[in-house]
Nanobody, 115 residues
Framework: QVHLVESGGGLVQAGGSLRLSCLAS????????MGWYRQAPGNQRELVAT???????NYADSVKGRFTISRDNAKNTVYLQMNSLKPEDTAVYYC?????????WGQGTQVTVSS
């Protein structure tokens, strides 16, 4: 059983910053890829950023240069530092961990960016 809990969402003005955290528990290890997706109302869930066990990262074009994903393997935690936030970043952000060809998801955390 894998369990993920996100935190750090909230309301911020455009240009501000937030840091999301996601604590993973259960039968996972530092070898499992982790990452973040987001879903805005009326839109499909979209990839934001991923990070492998070797800390190789990948970002959506819309967040490159503004968001940074990192992980602390000792704590089974993945982070998403979000800077220069824009109103279009408003969404529910979900973290995931991939294990045995299956993605496990957290419950999501709301990020709202006001203009």
């Amino acid at each position: 059983q894998v369990h993920l809990v996100e935190s750090g969402g909230g309301l911020v003005q455009a240009g501000g910053s937030l840091r999301l955290s996601c604590l993973a528990s259960g039968s996972i290890s530092s070898l499992n890829p982790m990452g973040w997706y987001r879903q805005a109302p009326g839109n499909q869930r979209e990839l934001v950023a991923t990070i492998t066990s070797g800390r190789i990262t990948n970002y959506a074009d819309s967040v490159k240069g503004r968001f940074t994903i990192s992980r602390d393997n000792a704590k089974n935690t993945v982070y998403l530092q979000m800077n220069s936030l824009k109103p279009e970043d408003t969404a529910v952000y979900y973290c995931y961990v991939r294990k045995s060809l299956t993605n496990y998801w957290g419950q999501g955390t709301q990020v709202t960016v006001s203009s």
